[in-house]
């Protein structure tokens, strides 16, 4: 099974900051079939990007990701309010071909 | 536009049984894998279960096998999950989610419904 550990856990930043997001993989993900979610308190996760740098559908550029391998990183070029949440990596490659991460908190500073 | 909207959530105690339902519309199920993902509360997304369009594939998380059952109906527009022998550990939020096309992984997701499972 492939382990994701995301970092940090919190992540405290201002609007109009950068905020850099990590993941990496216990071992190789499988064609960058990676994706990462946003989750806002009491909603559904929301796909933000897949096959490890490829926008979902109406997802703004400023959110973009980056990677290969193990090492998988999200990038926030320039932090909104309503960008404050929990973020999830997710491979999707692999038997038991699914497995997340324990997320990320990003917080306003 | 896509739905997903989960139902069959509930208090039951431990060793008990549940059946979870998603409705599905706004797009063609039968086209389309579905996948079950769980949440504890204040813990991160699990996944749980997935099954092909139709039905070919069916696969499980470990700390499931063998006492959940996913299964679908085409004509009916519905996933579901059978939960039997349930252990406190289950309890959480369960959300069905919609495999996307060309590789997208899980590009809708519904409300979720809350399972408890406690004496």
């Known amino acids: 099974e492939i382990v994701l550990t995301q970092s940090p856990g919190t992540l405290s930043l201002s609007p109009g900051e950068r905020a850099t997001l990590s993941c990496r993989a216990s071992?190789?993900?499988?064609?960058?079939?990676l994706a990462w979610y946003q989750q806002k308190p009491g909603q559904a996760p929301r796909l933000l990007i897949y096959?490890?740098?490829s926008r979902a559908t109406g997802i703004p550029d400023r959110f973009s990701g980056s990677g290969s391998g193990t090492d998988f990183t999200l990038t926030i070029s320039r932090l909104e309010p309503e960008d404050f949440a929990v973020y999830y990596c997710?491979?999707?490659?692999?038997?038991?071909?699914?497995?997340f991460g324990q997320g990320t908190r990003l917080e306003i500073k | 536009e896509v739905q997903l909207v989960e139902s069959g959530g509930g208090l039951v105690k431990p060793g008990g049984s549940l059946r979870l339902s998603c409705a599905a519309s706004?797009?063609?199920?039968?086209?389309?894998?579905m996948n079950w993902v769980r949440q504890a509360p204040g813990k991160g997304l699990e996944w749980v279960s997935s099954?092909?369009?139709?039905?070919?594939?069916?696969y499980y998380a470990d700390s499931v096998k063998g006492r959940f059952t996913i299964s679908r109906d085409n004509a009916k527009n519905s996933l579901y999950l059978q939960m039997n022998s349930l252990r406190a550990e289950d309890t959480a939020v369960y959300y069905c989610?919609?495999?996307?096309?060309?590789?997208?992984?899980?590009?809708?997701w519904g409300q979720g419904t809350l399972v408890t499972v406690s004496s």
């Open positions: 099954i092909s369009s139709s039905s070919s594939y069916i």
């Open positions: 997710q491979q999707y490659g692999s038997s038991p071909r699914i497995t």
């Open positions: 989610a919609r495999e996307g096309p060309f590789g997208i992984p899980f590009d809708y």
């Open positions: 706004g797009f063609t199920f039968s086209s389309y894998s």
């Open positions: 071992q190789s993900v499988s064609s960058s079939y």
């Open positions: 096959g490890a740098s």
